[in-house]
């Protein structure tokens, strides 16, 4: 079945930097984008970063331009979100889905930036 599994999330100070990995499975992954979302306390689910199913299309929300950056590896089947210049706003659940063809959620990733 369709499997989705984030990693790399943590504690960081502002301004540092953190890479986030999801390795999916259950399906033909090089066919589909791949998109990296967030939720924080409280608020919606949002869409932060997307890409391509051949990774040479990426497009990012307002808030995280500049500073993230989302890539893939198709024979690893995972997609990628490195996160730098982290603020305090940042501070969120990250999970992985395909933004066009949404499957169930994995159990994300904490990130959280405080001092």
């Known amino acids: 079945q369709v499997q989705l599994v984030e990693s790399g999330g943590g504690l960081v100070q502002p301004g540092g930097s953190l890479r986030l990995s999801c390795a999916a499975s259950?399906?033909?992954?090089?066919?589909?984008?791949m998109g990296w979302y967030r939720q924080a306390p409280g608020l919606e689910r949002e869409l932060v970063a997307r890409?391509?199913?051949?990774?040479?299309?990426?497009n990012y929300a307002d808030s995280v331009k500049g500073r993230f950056t989302i890539s893939r590896d198709n024979a690893k089947k995972t997609v990628y979100l490195q996160m730098s210049s982290l603020k305090p706003e940042d501070t969120a659940v990250y999970y992985c889905?395909?933004?066009?063809?949404?499957?169930?959620w994995g159990q994300g990733t904490q990130v959280t930036v405080s001092s």
């Open positions: 889905n395909r933004p066009y063809l949404p499957t169930s």
């Open positions: 259950g399906f033909t992954f090089s066919s589909v984008s």
């Open positions: 890409i391509t199913s051949t990774g040479s299309g990426t």
